[in-house]
């Protein structure tokens, strides 16, 4: 038994179901995940931590259970199981890294079309649209990853890999097909379009709007802007005003900071918040305010978190790709030169041993979104907020509580 490719194969085994769990076990217990506004992309966040439990369970897991036994699952070659087996870790391999290069692209372009057109972003993403969008993803990817079930390139075990793996040096044009599909496609769509967005990010803080916010879009045919609406908006607004603890505004006011990011708090796609009916009747409990329906903007502005999200999605996709580069490039020089080059056994193992770290890397980088670093706080501190919660509300009814108790001593 190696002992290096083990302990790191087993440590990438370990990452990797631990922090995909904790990152479901977030998204069911925080509400703020599920919100309107937050559901379509948390879902598809879920989707990849689903991918990433797959592929470690059936692709990391083995490889690092072949390293710690010295072979594989089926040693004997004769055995019908074998092949199977070998195609089924192959076939795993394959989808779950072309599914997941395929999601990246699709979060960049859901920033890109946030950045550019936040109005046609919001009819566009929305929960039923992403459920039928990851359909129709897990189709296709599961669709160009049984090839290999059908012949289309040979499978191998390949001990210096600890797995099975296709043979490209004897199909080329399976390697292309491959290779185009999760490393290049996806490579040459993130890349412009995050381009994009930094360069349409700076042409807007040249043109701010009238108060010094960063204007994303004035959106002239937003349905609910007429006087009437408004009207009834500014009704709804102060209908049972002296039941409720804080008094409304009457005038909305930006929070902006001084490069022009508008409040993440005061962006309503951008929102943060984490609002039930227990924080509702924290601020009031005789007075229960009704949902009102959401309506579609005017004014879309930036705030810091969105572009934030924009660099989070590249980061990921950054570190996902370079972590394959060496394995790519190994492959590319075993198709087309295979009698000409001389790779050594450990130069393979390390190139693959990298390929396994893809599926615990994504979690860390998502704390750099404040949603999603706050709904993991609160998941971990979950005692001491509801300690909080409870302080909270019984404040507002501190001196009715202190009478009652002096009552009851009499």
Same mark, same amino acid.
């Given at each position: 038994?190696?002992?290096?490719? &083990? ?27 599920? &919100?309107?506004?937050?559901?379509? *992309? ?8 689903? #991918? ?18 010295? &072979?594989?699952?089926?040693? @004997? ?5 074998? /092949? ?12 779950? $890294? #072309? ?17 550019? /057109? ?6 566009? *993403? ?46 080329? +044009? ?47 045919? =937003? ?8 009207? %009834? ?17 009457? /005038?909305?006011?930006?929070? /902006?900071? $001084? ?17 039930? %009916? ?24 930036? +705030? ?13 996709? =950054? ?20 009698? @000409?080059? $001389? ?5 393979? &193992? ?18 750099? +979104? ?17 300690? $909080?919660? %409870? ?11 202190? %009478? ?7």
């Amino acid at each position: 038994m190696d002992i290096i490719p &083990t302990m790191f194969l087993c440590l990438a085994t370990v990452l990797a179901l631990v922090m995909n769990v904790f990152f479901i076990v977030v998204f069911i217990r925080r509400k703020r995940l599920r &919100t309107p506004a937050t559901l379509p *992309v948390s879902m598809v966040l879920v989707h990849l931590a689903f #991918v990433d439990l797959i592929a470690t369970i059936l692709w990391t897991l083995f490889a690092a259970i072949t390293a710690v036994t010295d &072979t594989w699952i089926i040693s @004997d070659v004769n055995s019908s199981l074998h /092949k199977p087996f070998c195609d089924l870790q192959v076939y795993i391999m394959t989808f779950c $890294n #072309v599914i997941t290069a395929h999601t990246l692209m699709a979060l960049m372009f859901e920033r890109f079309l946030w950045i550019f /057109k936040p109005s046609k972003r919001q009819e566009i *993403v929305f929960d039923l649209v992403v459920v039928l969008f990851l359909v129709a993803l897990y189709i296709f990817n599961g669709s160009i990853s049984s090839f290999v079930l059908w012949g289309f390139g040979q499978t191998d075990f390949f001990p210096d890999q600890y797995q099975c793996a296709v043979a490209y040096e004897e199909s080329a +044009s399976h390697f292309q097909f491959t290779l185009a599909m999760h490393y290049w496609i996806p490579i040459a769509v993130i890349v412009p379009l995050y381009v994009a967005i930094l360069i349409r990010v700076r042409i807007l803080q040249k043109r701010r709007g009238p108060d010094g916010v960063i204007v994303l879009e004035e959106n002239l045919k =937003a349905v609910g802007d007429s006087y009437s609406d408004r009207l %009834k908006e500014m009704y709804m607004k102060f209908r049972g005003a002296g039941a409720k603890s804080v008094k409304p505004k009457v /005038k909305k006011t930006k929070k /902006k900071t $001084n490069d022009g990011f508008v409040s993440d708090d005061d962006d309503f796609n951008s929102s943060d918040e984490e609002k039930s %009916k227990a924080d509702e009747a924290v601020m009031s409990r005789d007075y229960m305010e009704k949902p009102e329906r959401k309506r579609e903007r005017k004014m879309y502005f930036l +705030s810091r978190q969105d572009l934030r999200e924009a660099h989070m999605y590249a980061l990921i996709s =950054a570190v996902y790709f370079v972590l394959w580069t060496p394995y790519m490039t190994r492959n590319i020089l075993y198709t087309y030169y295979y009698y @000409d080059i $001389n790779i050594s056994s450990e130069i393979v &193992t390390t190139t693959v041993i990298l390929t396994h770290f893809c599926s615990c890397v994504k979690v860390p980088f998502y704390l750099l +979104s404040d949603r999603m670093r706050g709904a993991m706080k609160k998941t971990l501190c979950r005692g001491k907020v509801d300690d $909080n919660k %409870k302080r909270k509300f019984d404040a507002p009814h501190q001196e009715e509580n202190m %009478k009652r108790e002096e009552t009851t001593e009499l």
